[in-house]
């Protein structure tokens, strides 16, 4: 069965550092655009970060410079590091697939989440 | 940035009844790249159409969706109980996914 499972939430404070993760399978992390979204509660669906095949990575301005997307190969898992964490990052973080890139550029499969809590 | 805005905020309709859902792009979206999810609490988000038009994989048919430029709807036929969700549109541009705020529609 293709999945992805995200772990790694949790409760940390403002100012803090936590990196999650989502193992993959049924698919390889290298071959796939792999994004993570998050979904601030009571709020909509935010892109976060995207991470291609070819290596390169993208960030939303609200967490440039603060969050880091990576993989491990051999693994097979997709990471997101978090510093500087401000309490606006509360949110429940999901992995995302993106099947083709361009032209499409659409999310066919999603994980389950994992909640980040950021609070002192 | 291209912002999308959905609406109505939310919709109140009864099973069996049509719901039409409205994606509006701050500029020109290429169609190839609109899609539309269903999301319920404490679920992943489900891809129901990519493309505009295309359904996604074990979507129904009640399910459909058109549009170009700036304007696209979600359009969901004879409403079963299960469709009542929130319902987020979503583009890609600059290297860059942005979602809409998203549309919640529920039982009247």
């Known amino acids: 069965e293709v999945q992805l499972v995200e772990s790694g939430g949790g409760l940390i404070q403002p100012g803090g550092s936590l990196r999650i993760s989502c193992a993959a399978s049924?698919?390889?992390?290298?071959?796939?655009?792999l994004s993570w979204v998050r979904q601030a509660p009571g709020k909509g669906l935010e892109w976060v970060s995207t991470?291609?095949?070819?290596?390169?990575?993208y960030y939303a301005d609200s967490v440039k410079g603060r969050f880091t997307i990576s993989r491990d190969d051999s693994k097979n898992i997709l990471y997101l590091q978090m510093n500087s964490l401000r309490a606006e990052d509360t949110a429940v973080y999901y992995c995302?697939?993106?099947?083709?890139?361009?032209?499409?550029?659409?999310?066919?499969?999603w994980g389950r989440g994992t909640l980040v809590t950021v609070s002192s | 940035e291209i912002v999308l805005t959905q609406s109505p905020g939310t919709l109140s309709l009864s099973p069996g009844e049509r719901a039409t859902l409205s994606c509006r792009a701050s500029?020109?979206?290429?169609?190839?790249?609109l899609a539309w999810y269903q999301k319920k609490p404490g679920q992943a988000p489900r891809l129901l159409i990519y493309?505009?038009?295309s359904r996604a994989t074990g979507i129904p048919d009640r399910f459909s969706g058109s549009g170009s430029g700036t304007d696209f709807t979600l359009s969901i036929n004879r409403l079963e109980p299960e469709d009542f969700a929130v319902y987020y549109c979503?583009?890609?541009?600059?290297?860059?996914?942005?979602f809409g705020q998203g549309t919640k529609l529920e039982i009247k």
């Open positions: 995302a697939r993106d099947p083709n890139g361009w032209p499409d550029w659409y999310f066919d499969l």
């Open positions: 049924g698919l390889s992390v290298s071959r796939n655009y």
């Open positions: 991470l291609f095949s070819a290596g390169a990575t």
């Open positions: 500029q020109s979206v290429s169609s190839s790249s």
């Open positions: 493309g505009t038009s």
């Open positions: 979503q583009q890609h541009g600059s290297s860059r996914y942005t």
